[in-house]
């Protein structure tokens, strides 16, 4: 059994879309604003720096009741005390990730079509990311776009918490909410926001609405 977490508006972070600002303090912006998960997403850090940013966030996380997912990296996850990791289906396995980091850590995993998703339901995973709802700039070696149709697919696949993921903005989040989804898990639209604070209160006042 995993820690308790919540999905429903999950930050996964992004270096070059957060500038100057940088990710410690953008992050610290948008849990001010209602952010209930954070990912730190690095793809081309090397392991020490890596494992200093996790534990950076970890910390500015906790203070404020937040768990921690690392991208991709167990190793990173382990050594920072982060509180969980998220796969793809090209990353470490599932088994791997839970011998790794026990049986409490939050481990993700993305799923990019119905039979993953089925696959899926036997692994010992605590949420699924529906990837990519929608094309998306951020990240181009996706699979195709699974559109709300395809949330609604998987929903009905699962009891586990779905979040959905790619190209999640304000005016499209309710609708991938009303397909079925538990949570939104966006970059660009928090991390490039001139206001990540204020971004995240819009997406979190949807909770009361949907
Ligand atoms: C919440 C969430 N969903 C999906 C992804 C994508 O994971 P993956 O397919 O492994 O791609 P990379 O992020 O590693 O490039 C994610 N990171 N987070
Ligand atoms: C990491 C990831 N995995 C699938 S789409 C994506 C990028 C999401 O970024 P954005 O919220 O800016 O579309
Ligand atoms: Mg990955």
Not at 204 to 209: E, G, I
């Amino acid at each position: 059994m995993s820690r308790p977490f919540d999905p429903f508006l999950y930050l996964v972070t992004d270096r070059a879309l957060a500038g100057p600002r940088g990710v410690a303090e953008t992050v610290r912006l948008a849990l001010d604003g209602g952010v209930t998960l954070v990912q730190l997403r690095e793809k081309a850090l090397a392991h020490e720096p890596f494992v200093e940013e996790a534990r950076r966030l970890r910390e500015i996380c906790h203070a404020r009741g937040v768990p921690l997912i690392v991208n991709d990296d167990l190793a990173v996850a382990r050594e920072a005390g982060a509180d969980g990791v998220h796969l793809g289906q090209s990353d470490a396995s599932v088994a791997q990730a839970r011998e790794t980091l026990g049986p409490d850590a939050i481990i993700g995993l993305s799923v990019e079509s119905v039979e993953q998703a089925q696959a899926a339901a036997q692994l010992e995973i605590d949420y699924m990311a529906a990837s990519p709802v929608f094309a998306t700039p951020t990240k181009t070696d996706t699979a195709l776009p699974l559109g709300l149709e395809g949330v609604r697919a998987i929903r009905r696949l699962t009891d586990k918490p779905l979040v959905a993921i790619g190209g999640i903005n304000h005016a499209n989040a309710l609708e991938v909410l009303q397909a079925g989804a538990d949570g939104l898990a966006v970059i660009s639209a928090i991390m490039a926001a001139p206001d990540p604070r204020q971004a995240a209160r819009e997406f979190h006042r949807l909770r009361s609405v949907h």
